[in-house]
């Protein structure tokens, strides 16, 4: 079964920054992308990033476009969430996921969710 462990979760002012990671074990397929969904107080589960482990190819949600970006180090099965410009709206338990890949080597979203251990980022001053 896969196991990820998430990191770097925490409270910040508005305008500040942070880092989460998210190391990833115990799978044996190749092809596959990281990323995280996250979960507002109140409100819906939305998808945040990925990024695919064969080319780096990265998506963002709205919301955080210009502001978060994501990256990884396949060599450690890890994604990095770096979140600047931090809002108060940003606050939310932030899940880290595996996606498997779908057609067209396209990243299967579905397969992920506000699911697992999570991490909460607080952004209030």
């Known amino acids: 079964q896969v196991q990820l462990v998430e990191s770097g979760g925490g409270l910040v002012r508005p305008g500040g920054s942070l880092r989460l990671s998210c190391a990833a074990s115990?799978?044996?397929?190749?092809?596959?992308?990281m990323g995280w969904y996250r979960q507002p107080p109140g409100k819906e589960c939305e998808l945040v990033a990925t990024?695919?482990?064969?080319?780096?190819?990265?998506n963002y949600g709205d919301s955080v476009k210009g502001r978060f970006t994501i990256s990884g180090d396949t060599a450690k099965n890890t994604a990095y969430l770096q979140m600047n410009s931090l809002k108060p709206e940003d606050t939310a338990e932030y899940y880290c996921n595996l996606f498997r890949m779908g057609p067209y080597n396209s990243v299967d979203v579905g397969s992920g969710a506000c699911w697992g251990q999570g991490t909460q980022v607080t952004v209030s001053s």
């Open positions: 990024i695919t482990s064969t080319d780096g190819r990265t």
């Open positions: 115990e799978f044996t397929f190749s092809n596959y992308a």
